[in-house]
């Protein structure tokens, strides 16, 4: 059984729903990256996904794309964020980690290389948000072939010959997008996405994830009542902007708001 088949399994039996923070990795840099991964793992987290640096993050907004430039401008790449991961497997064998960002850096390292790179370095999946399921079927030939689940999205647009064709494919689980348009932006309908989820359900039994505009842990616990797992990112992201003076307290504002997260939805759940 993969790490994450085994973590939802786990949740599952303990009446929780998964918590998924993403970071964009390197941001402010690499050391912070690792040490937050643990302390996100210590304050509930379930699954980690990192962000691959990008020069245009062409879906995520102003927070997400300055993390990146930041990340980039400290020599962050593709590489590093699978160094990362190594380091991060030094001392941690059970946590899912996933990589998220876009084809361009798969594509010049090379589809079997990073492949068999990240599996080797202890990555479990990867969404690769800018390439839809019917064009992707190199990538996923070559994730299959070393145990990487392809992770894709599913928005409130998707129709259902696409819900038909991601659910083909997936593995691991589902990133539900919950609001149309860019990542950290406007306000979430909890009735249509429970429509949504309730429509997507029928096709697949793969875990959904459901993300975009988590900012607090009211609404990570409205959405655990939702979905199988809950994703916050830019709000993490905020943490180490707010606090970029000091690193510490932004490691702490991130393991602070996690903390909160993850008691909110197991009062929900449990």
Do not use: W
Request: glycine residues 8%; contains cysteine; proline residues 4%.
């Amino acid at each position: 059984m993969s790490r994450l088949d085994k973590c939802f399994k786990g949740l599952e039996g303990a009446k929780q729903k998964a918590l998924i923070p993403f970071i964009t990795a390197g941001d402010p840099d690499a050391d912070f990256t690792l040490s937050c991964m643990h302390n996100m793992v210590k304050a509930g987290a379930s699954i980690i996904e990192l962000g691959v640096p990008f020069s245009d993050p062409m879906a995520d907004g102003p927070v997400i794309q300055q993390a990146s430039e930041r990340a980039l401008a400290k020599g962050m790449s593709l590489k590093g964020v699978i160094e990362i991961v190594r380091a991060f497997r030094e001392t941690d064998q059970v946590t899912p980690v996933i990589l998220m960002g876009y084809l361009n850096p798969i594509e010049f390292m090379g589809y079997e290389t990073f492949a068999s790179t990240a599996a080797k370095a202890g990555v479990d999946g990867v969404l690769t948000v800018d390439i839809p399921p019917e064009e992707s079927s190199d990538l996923i030939a070559a994730f299959k072939q070393h145990g990487l689940a392809p992770i894709f999205l599913l928005s409130p647009t998707s129709n259902e010959s696409r819900i038909k064709k991601v659910s083909a494919v997936a593995q691991g689980y589902i990133y539900y997008v919950s609001l149309k348009g860019v990542t950290g932006a406007g306000h979430l309908q909890l009735d249509d996405i429970k429509t949504k989820i309730q429509n997507i359900k029928q096709y697949t039994s793969l875990p959904i994830a459901i993300g975009f505009g988590v900012k607090n842990a009211d609404i990570a616990a409205n959405i655990a009542k939702i979905g199988d797992a809950v994703v916050v990112g830019s709000a993490l992201i905020n943490c180490i902007t707010d606090h970029s003076e000091n690193q510490s307290k932004g490691q702490q504002a991130i393991s602070g708001l996690l903390s909160e997260m993850r008691t909110a939805m197991d009062a929900v759940t449990k």
